[in-house]
């Protein structure tokens, strides 16, 4: 099996284990939240994180994955900006309606698309764009509902969106830069995405649900749940910067709408959850969008090893030299006149 073939398996591996493990925290948080009415996301995000870190350390401990330091300035930094996008998001689905919360998550996609073309100088063709556009339009339809705006609504929204996209770059960025692996790197930032939940996450929970986390009523039953939902966030976090440094922010975004299209169908199917002509018609516009993404994006990476591999063989002699060819620049062998 070459390289390009074990980068494939890898890639598919990652999202698969993506779409897996995600789909089953929101199952798991489901039920935490709306049968055993424990609210607290943000406490719990940090818990999630915390859980995290301490299985890479034991995962570091067992010769797992090699650590490997890099600049703590972009670590610290990063962390703590991931850890600040968690909180806006849970802010801005507190102080909008869900269509706009909704509306919030489809514009992450286009920002993310802006500032890579602003500040990384990256091209998306327009068959990769006309995808794109489909799965938003599909995804728009079969989640946005009610669109009611609010000025620190909207404030909240521009900066969630804004600081999840630099942090998903970065996080693709960072892994290239210092070429450290997604563990590593995950290893390294957990504690400082922890920490800034740690200490913001019970304080935001209380302004979003009036409760105190510390107050709540800890039975037997919602213990085993949060032990089950942090033990799935280890599978979450890691596939996240998995999937991140193997593909990239825009194709991240992209398997998210397809874990929205799972969880709305999944809640459909098992739970039965309201549902509507509306929400299977955009299903399938956002699947349209997804598969045809996923064939540009095949097709446009083997457009670029073709032309690689080509000029790499215009580049080496050797290659005209083994084929048969013969040299432009080979020259008749020069005669000495005094030898013959």
Not at 27 to 44: E, G, P, Q, R, V
Not at 93 to 103: I, P, R, T, W
Not at 120 to 135: H, N, P, V, W, Y
Request: glycine residues 6%; proline residues 3%.
């Amino acid at each position: 099996m070459g390289e390009g073939e074990h980068f494939q398996l890898g890639t598919v591996g990652a999202l698969s284990l993506s779409v897996v493990s995600s789909v089953s925290i929101v199952i798991c948080n489901k039920a935490l939240m709306s049968s055993l009415h424990f609210i607290f996301a943000t406490t719990l995000t940090s818990w999630h994180l915390l859980v995290t870190f301490c299985s890479l350390h034991a995962a570091l401990k067992m010769r797992i994955f090699e650590h490997k330091p890099f600049e703590q300035k972009a670590v610290m930094g990063f962390g703590i900006l991931n850890g600040i996008s968690i909180g806006l998001l849970n802010l801005s689905l507190a102080f909008n309606s869900v269509g706009f919360y909704q509306m919030t998550k489809l514009a992450i996609i286009p920002c993310t698309i802006l500032l890579e073309i602003l500040f990384l100088g990256k091209k998306f063709s327009k068959r990769i764009q006309f995808a794109l556009g489909i799965l938003l339009v599909g995804v728009g339809i079969a989640t946005v509902t009610d669109l009611q705006l609010n000025a620190l609504g909207s404030f909240l929204s521009l900066l969630a969106v804004i600081t999840t996209c630099v942090s998903q770059i970065m996080t693709n960025t960072i892994q290239k830069k210092y070429k450290v692996s997604s563990t590593q790197l995950l290893y390294q930032s957990c504690p400082y995405q922890a920490a800034t939940l740690l200490i913001s996450g019970p304080y935001l929970d209380k302004v979003l649900t009036n409760l105190n986390v510390f107050a709540f009523e800890y039975t037997t039953q919602v213990m085993v749940v949060i032990v089950l939902s942090c033990l799935i966030s280890i599978s979450v976090n890691f596939s996240t910067f998995l999937v991140i440094g193997k593909t990239s922010p825009v194709t991240y975004q992209v398997l998210g709408h397809l874990k929205t299209c799972l969880v709305l169908a999944f809640g459909y199917i098992i739970v039965r959850d309201p549902f509507s002509w509306r929400n299977i018609l955009g299903i399938l516009v956002a699947m349209v969008g997804m598969l045809l993404y996923s064939y540009y994006c095949t097709l446009e990476t083997q457009q670029k090893t073709t032309e690689s591999e080509a000029r790499e063989g215009e580049s080496d002699p050797l290659i005209n030299v083994e084929s048969g060819g013969t040299l432009l620049n080979k020259r008749p062998p020069v005669w000495n006149k005094e030898k013959d």
